[in-house]
């Protein structure tokens, strides 16, 4: 089996970030993923050759975007595409002759991904951009990081990968189940602000039920609370603490010992959470963390430890599901969700040239 998506063929104009992400969850799965990069300089192709985790499982073909010859060829390639996935800023496709207008003539069928920052229109669509400019402009960004602190982005999980190259993915899916049953093509325009706003659906809920201030570090999900929250062990490294319902309290509470004090009680009074959350990191303190991972571990207490990249893949869980494989010496995380009936085959950095 060549995973669920065995039979979709997509062109991948070559980028860096959300689209080969995009890009990586579709060839993942089966999908016929064909890399277009442009001529590279002493033998390389790509952004990191075959070292490029987002590049795997890919079909790679070289033309020179300003050649004739090869407009000619894409357009042929797209003849018989599903989709297409580019990620440069609105209007560059248009003047290279390779707009969606052109392209749906060629293939009525197609879906034509666009993947920017900004999207297609409105005020800022033609200015550069990175995530931690558009989750900022989200909303999102004002929701990362301490009381009192400054707004900490969490690397570019929330505009990258999930506002934009998950969405992406999502998106081309959504656009060929429609043109199997319509016939018809058409155009994503999928932008990292609207896709970072969009992660932000239940914070906004929250906040339009009155349910969270509107200052980071206070609330339930973003360090506000003691009982959700990472903490310092007393050998430098970090546990994650998730202890939300009551249940999962009291056996915090009972396992940690800091249910002998009566202050603890009152776990969701958001007036104490500061004076609470200073006991807890005190008390955490006082152990490492394996100490810590020996009286926890196992139970509904909602406990991990913080682990590191090197640490990760050797975990016990992760390694009896294999979450993390190796592929040239790279470790990496295997495709992901898994289809029990259309497993996705094992990862491969190594891209092959089309025929």
């Not at 899916?173 to 602000?193: E, F, H, N, P, Y």
Request: glycine share 12%; hydrophobic share 40%; proline share 7%.
């Amino acid at each position: 089996m060549a995973g669920a998506l065995e039979g979709l063929t997509v062109l991948e104009f070559a980028g860096i970030g959300p689209g080969p992400f995009a890009c990586m969850m579709l060839a993942d799965h089966g999908a016929k993923v064909i890399r277009i990069d442009r001529p590279s300089k002493g033998g390389r192709v790509g952004d990191a050759g075959n070292r490029d985790i987002l590049n795997r499982n890919r079909t790679r073909i070289e033309l020179d975007l300003k050649d004739p010859a090869s407009i000619a060829r894409i357009r042929e390639l797209v003849k018989t595409a599903d989709a297409i996935i580019e990620g440069y800023r609105p209007g560059v496709m248009e003047r290279l002759g390779l707009g969606p207008d052109v392209l749906l003539a060629d293939n009525p069928r197609l879906v034509y991904g666009r993947m920017t920052g900004w999207g297609q229109d409105g005020p800022m669509a033609p200015l550069a951009g990175h995530d931690i400019n558009y989750i900022a402009l989200a909303g999102a960004l004002h929701t990362y990081g301490a009381a009192g602190g400054k707004p900490q982005f969490p690397v570019n999980a929330v505009g990258d990968f999930g506002g934009g190259g998950m969405v992406m993915a999502f998106g081309v899916l959504a656009g060929v189940l429609s043109a199997q049953r319509t016939g018809k093509g058409q155009v994503i325009d999928c932008a990292m602000v609207d896709g970072a706003a969009v992660l932000s659906a239940m914070t906004w809920t929250f906040f339009g039920n009155g349910q969270w201030k509107d200052e980071r570090g206070t609330n339930l999900l973003d360090g506000g609370a003691h009982f959700y929250d990472t903490y310092e062990t007393s050998d430098g490294k970090w546990i994650a603490l998730g202890s939300i319902e009551p249940q999962f309290y009291a056996l915090l509470m009972e396992k940690s010992g800091l249910g002998a004090d009566p202050a603890m009680a009152a776990q969701h009074d958001q007036s104490q959470w500061p004076a609470l959350k200073t006991k807890v990191a005190a008390l955490i303190a006082t152990k490492t963390r394996a100490e810590w991972e020996a009286i926890m571990d196992g139970t509904d207490i909602c406990f991990a430890p913080v682990l590191s990249l090197k640490e990760a893949p050797h975990h016990p869980h992760n390694a009896a599901r294999s979450t993390f494989v190796e592929d040239g010496g790279m470790t990496m995380p295997a495709p992901a969700p898994r289809f029990m009936g259309t497993p996705a085959p094992a990862p491969k950095l190594a891209s092959v040239p089309l025929d």
